[in-house]
């Protein structure tokens, strides 16, 4: 979730249009996408739809894209469907933006929410705004947050944007929100196994690198060197995707669609690029 918005969407400015549903008005906003409390045509129901702009050509990082990268991790590793983790109900997109479906926040007053233009949606945030928490409710959202949290971890995944502002009221319970920034954990973590500390005679930890991959139009290989990169389930990496192996590497990366040309994203050193980008000529 973005921080809260306490704006109104200029009248010169309509919101992005989203299949089956009716945008009403920006309720959050963040660096890369924005928050809109929306309408299902179909049954009225109320959503929060979080909508990221598709990158143009120029453009040297995608929001989109990394969105998409996260996305995937969650529904590869099958994590969603915790009680302390917000539901993606559904994931879109058009010729103009990424959007997905959630279920919105409780209203700051501890109501459900509602189209009424007073509606702001509950964060922690805004719940701490309001004064310091009770001593037991704060026990309450410490033990939520840390369960949601658990259960990511045990699945491998990082959240790495934990903050007020990302924690939800929904039915009065505590969810973690915005995966945006979610990325596999070390590969120990993910088997299972202890991280050695100082001193230790099996030694430090090996560092883990992480790389995001992210081309227009997606489903292309990575090469590095001339190399396929293989995922942890011993087949090709497509993306959108993540490598997690990319700790000491540097070589030039390559993207192989099946519908393109090889196209040649240059020499990348991954101890200081953790990103690659890359978009076919339309």
């Not at 990394?66 to 969650?74: C, H, Y």
């Not at 929100?177 to 430090?204: I, K």
């Not at 990496?237 to 669609?257: E, K, N, S, Y």
């Not at 040649?264 to 890359?278: N, Q, S």
Request: with cysteine; hydrophobic share 40%.
């Amino acid at each position: 979730m973005n921080a809260p918005d306490t704006t109104t969407a200029s009248p010169a400015a309509p919101p992005p249009a989203v299949p089956d549903v009716d945008l009403v008005r920006r309720i959050g906003r963040g660096g890369f996408g924005e928050v809109w409390l929306g309408v299902n045509r179909a049954t009225g129901g109320l959503k929060a739809v979080k909508i990221i702009p598709l990158a143009r050509g120029g453009h040297s990082t995608d929001p989109a894209g990394r969105e998409i990268v996260s996305l995937s991790q969650l529904e590869r590793q099958r994590i969603g469907h915790h009680p302390h983790l917000l539901d993606i109900q559904h994931v879109g997109r058009t010729d103009e933006v990424l959007f997905y479906l959630m279920d919105p926040a409780d209203d700051v007053s501890g109501r459900p929410a509602t189209n009424d233009p007073g509606y702001r949606p509950a964060t922690l945030a805004l719940k701490l705004e309001q004064g310091p928490l009770p001593a037991d409710e704060c026990l309450r959202c410490a033990r939520e947050l840390a369960a949601g949290l658990a259960h990511l971890h045990a699945a491998g995944m990082v959240h790495r944007d934990v903050k007020p502002s990302n924690c939800l009221f929904v039915g009065r319970t505590l969810k973690l929100a915005d995966f945006g920034l979610l990325v596999p954990a070390a590969a120990w973590q993910r088997a299972g196994g202890p991280r050695p500390v100082a001193g230790d005679a099996a030694g430090p930890a090996p560092a883990t690198v992480a790389g995001n991959f992210i081309t227009a139009p997606h489903a292309a290989l990575v090469l590095v060197d001339g190399v396929l990169l293989i995922g942890p389930d011993s087949r090709p990496l497509t993306t959108p995707c993540t490598a997690t192996d990319m700790a000491g590497r540097r070589g030039r990366v390559t993207f192989r669609h099946p519908r393109r040309e090889d196209l040649d994203a240059g020499t990348i050193d991954f101890a200081t690029t953790r990103e690659v980008v890359a978009r076919w000529p339309r």
